[in-house]
């Protein structure tokens, strides 16, 4: 174990995150949102069949023995994709990040209702305080979309990117819960494989309802979104080699932190004041848990020696 490798890992595969989305970001609308997801999921598969080449038995590592498992988890991903991109057409990237944070608050309640997992009250007393910070957000977002509406806008702005981003974060939740239940049973490598390639069909099926030819500019966007996807994929699973996920889980708040470098340089954006405070208290509820989770867990093992 090496804490340090571990996250340092971890803060690279959220940069590989937030530069997949904001590769996204850059398309600008101007793809449909279904050949993005090919894209992207079709790139991603490269690296990853690499990496799991270096791991060696390819095969070993794809055998499966719960095929509509990976279905659910497939098509909440996707789901969870294909509103987060969408969003990104209305709103920044800084926004669509820090509403993703969203996405924890709702696994807490999924995985106590639907795998019967124990929550503990500091859990509960962080996705209330969590989900406070999410209403904050919310709330300059849907203000902003309606007065934007009600001026006459051809869309309803913020607003709309914002609901998005919120239905993106449940559909990640339910990805996240179905992958709790996968890991007592598949590998690794197996999970994130039958994810890439049914988001691949999903995204390639979307082909029915027309595509569009990318420019170069464009296709090099798609290419890094792949790209960036699959690292971050791969850098997240090897971060956990290294140490806890219970140490790794507040490096997830890093993803706002890059997301404002990348908007201020590269897209000109930088997130409101109510996107700063609520994340500030989203991401503070989040490590408060964590840090109990694991003083908790601590005293535990003292008691127990």
């Not at 060696?56 to 497939?74: A, D, M, Q, Y």
């Amino acid at each position: 174990m090496n804490a340090r490798v571990g996250v340092s890992l971890k803060i690279v595969s959220a940069l590989c995150a937030t530069l997949m989305l904001a590769c996204v970001k850059g398309l600008q609308g101007a793809i449909p949102t279904g050949e993005v997801i090919f894209f992207r999921s079709f790139v991603a598969m490269f690296p990853l069949l690499v990496w799991l080449k270096m791991q060696g038995k390819v095969l070993e590592s794809l055998k499966t023995r719960n095929i509509f498992g990976h279905f659910i988890r497939g098509f909440s991903g996707t789901g969870g994709m294909y509103f987060n991109y969408l969003a990104l057409v209305y709103i920044s990237l800084a926004d669509a990040t820090a509403i993703s944070y969203a996405a924890p608050l709702f696994t807490v309640i999924m995985a106590a209702l639907l795998l019967k997992e124990s929550v503990r009250l500091a859990r509960w007393i962080a996705v209330v305080v969590g989900f406070s910070g999410i209403i904050i957000m919310l709330s300059a977002n849907l203000t902003a979309g309606s007065s934007f509406f009600s001026a006459g806008g051809a869309h309803a702005g913020a607003g709309i990117g914002a609901v998005f981003a919120l239905i993106a974060a449940l559909c990640s939740a339910t990805s996240s819960v179905q992958i709790r239940f996968l890991n007592g049973m598949e590998k690794p490598g197996a999970i994130v494989f039958y994810f890439s390639l049914m988001t691949t069909l999903i995204g390639l099926a979307t082909a029915l309802f027309g595509w569009r030819m990318p420019t170069p500019a464009q296709f090099l966007l798609l290419t890094g979104c792949g790209f960036f996807g699959g690292m971050a994929q791969i850098l997240v699973t090897l971060s956990l080699r290294y140490t806890d996920a219970s140490l790794l889980a507040p490096f997830d708040y890093t993803t706002l932190v890059w997301s404002m470098v990348i908007g201020y340089l590269f897209l000109g954006s930088l997130p409101g004041p109510a996107t700063l405070v609520g994340a500030s208290i989203v991401a503070l509820a989040g490590i408060f848990a964590v840090w109990s989770d694991r003083r908790q867990r601590r005293g535990h093992l003292m008691r127990s020696t």
